[in-house]
């Protein structure tokens, strides 16, 4: 059995990164940002998210953390709203 998870308009959308043993997922992020920064990332109920605006967040998160002592290595939790 198939699932259609993913609506056919968000598809040609989408990037395929592969997988590429020994490259951790920041690394792989990294490069989607650089060669597709207008592709769809994330999509929610309401809003489409590019990677350039996903990158943009992460670095954003990744400098309070950093400023808050924490770094690579550190365990972080996150909380995300009910839905």
Known sequence: MTLDLV????RA???DAGHTPGVDLRTLFDG???RHPDKVAVVDDEKWTTYAEL?????RIAGLLSG????RGDVVAIQLPNI
């Open 7 to 10: 609506p056919a308009e968000l």
């Open 13 to 15: 959308a989408s990037v």
């Open 68 to 71: 808050w002592g924490i770094g």
């Open 32 to 34: 989607q940002v650089k």
């Open 55 to 59: 990158g943009e967040m992460a670095d």
